[in-house]
């Protein structure tokens, strides 16, 4: 594959990941009023898609690969650095939050949050998408060298997305299912 083709691709994911990049631009412009985890996590978004535009910049510039290579590996180590950094802080901000709440209501628990919900969704839901993007090519290489491998291919990375995405739903599912169960139930007015 040429590198002008990769080179505009690279740059189509960039233009439609603006709903990822937009807002987190907002967040690093907001400074103070967002919390430290939440600037962090939105500086490891746009460091993550100005990796992608980079790398679509040299595609197009440099003749050798490894420039291109090596600016998406050390813009991805920068990325998860920034990520794990932010989830680290963001626990430390939970626990203290969970502190001060108990501190405020004499003993009392702050109130149950989803959002661990939501994260092994994401999870989920992104290894559905790596598996079905590694189904696919590895089908392709396996195949033999035209085109007509692209059926099969397509069918079982879909086949391994939507399984993924089946267990992303049914996790979420259960998550709610057992928070309606935590609330306390109240008797119809008569």
């Known amino acids: 594959m040429s590198h002008t083709v990769l080179a505009v691709g690279a740059a189509v994911v960039t233009a439609s990941g603006c709903?990822?990049?937009?807002?987190?631009?907002?967040?690093?412009?907001?400074?103070?009023d967002r919390p430290v985890s939440r600037r962090t996590a939105a500086a490891a978004c746009l460091s993550g898609w100005t990796?992608?535009?980079?790398?679509?910049?040299?595609?197009?510039?440099?003749?050798?690969?490894?420039?291109?290579?090596?600016?998406v590996?050390?813009?991805?180590?920068?990325?998860?650095a920034l990520r794990v950094c932010a989830g680290v802080r963001r626990r430390r901000e939970q626990r203290e939050?969970?502190?001060?709440?108990?501190?405020l209501r004499d003993g009392a628990p702050p109130p149950a949050e989803t959002g661990d919900a939501r994260h092994v969704v994401a999870v989920l839901v992104g290894t559905g998408l790596v598996a079905a993007v590694t189904?696919?090519?590895?089908?392709?290489?396996?195949g033999p060298g035209g085109g007509a491998d692209w059926p099969r291919a397509a069918a079982a990375s879909a086949a391994v997305l939507?399984?993924?995405?089946?267990l992303a739903f049914a996790h979420g599912r259960r998550v709610r299912r057992r928070a309606r169960a935590r609330l306390p139930h109240e008797d119809p007015p008569a």
């Not at 590996?73 to 998860?80: C, E, K, Q, R, S």
């Not at 189904?135 to 396996?142: D, E, M």
């Open 135 to 142: 189904t696919a090519g590895l089908k392709v290489a396996a």
């Open 162 to 166: 939507g399984l993924f995405l089946a």
């Open 97 to 103: 939050a969970a502190y001060h709440w108990t501190r």
């Open 51 to 71: 990796t992608i535009a980079s790398a679509a910049v040299l595609l197009l510039v440099a003749e050798a690969w490894w420039l291109p290579c090596a600016a």
């Open 73 to 80: 590996v050390a813009g991805a180590a920068v990325t998860v």
């Open 19 to 32: 709903v990822w990049y937009l807002p987190a631009l907002a967040d690093l412009r907001a400074g103070a």
